[in-house]
C-alpha cells in the first residue's frame, strides 16, 4: 500500500450519501494540506474540494459545493469526503492526494505539486 489509501467507495442510487476515507501515513499526513480529486469514464481528473492543515480552511468544485463536506481528523491521519444528495454526473473514481501548504485555489484546480496520490476508490450513482 502507498501513502494514501482511500476507502468508501460503492455503489448508491441518486439522492443517497457515501462517506469516503482516505488514510495516510504519518509521514506523508503530517503537516500536508488534503484534497481529493475524481475522474469520470472518459473525462479528466477534476478537483473536487481540499482542506488545510488545521481544517480552517477549504476550497470546493462548483460542481459539489452545498453537497460535499471535506473534513480531517489529524489524530487518525485520515480526511474524508461526506458526500451526500448524490448524482449520476459524480459517478468517477475518487481519489486523494496530499501537498506540503494549502496554497492558492488554482494550484489545487491545476493537480500539479501533490507530493502523494492515492490509487482511488470508485464511487457509481445509478437513478
Known amino acids: 500500500q502507498g501513502p494514501l489509501v482511500e476507502s468508501g467507495g460503492g455503489a448508491v442510487q441518486a439522492g443517497e450519501s457515501l462517506r469516503l476515507s482516505c488514510v495516510a501515513s504519518k509521514q506523508a499526513f503530517l503537516g500536508s494540506a488534503m484534497g481529493w480529486y475524481r475522474q469520470a469514464p472518459g473525462k479528466e481528473r477534476e478537483f473536487v474540494a481540499a482542506?488545510?492543515?488545521?481544517?480552517?480552511?477549504?476550497y470546493y468544485a462548483d460542481s459539489v459545493s452545498g453537497r460535499f463536506t471535506i473534513n480531517r481528523d489529524n489524530a487518525k491521519n485520515t480526511a474524508y469526503l461526506q458526500m451526500d444528495d448524490l448524482k449520476l454526473e459524480d459517478t468517477a473514481v475518487y481519489t486523494c492526494a496530499a501537498r506540503g501548504d494549502f496554497s492558492a485555489r488554482t494550484i489545487w484546480n491545476s493537480g500539479y505539486g501533490m507530493n502523494h496520490w492515492g490509487k482511488g476508490t470508485v464511487v457509481t450513482v445509478s437513478s
Open positions: 482542506i488545510s492543515w488545521g481544517g480552517g480552511s477549504t
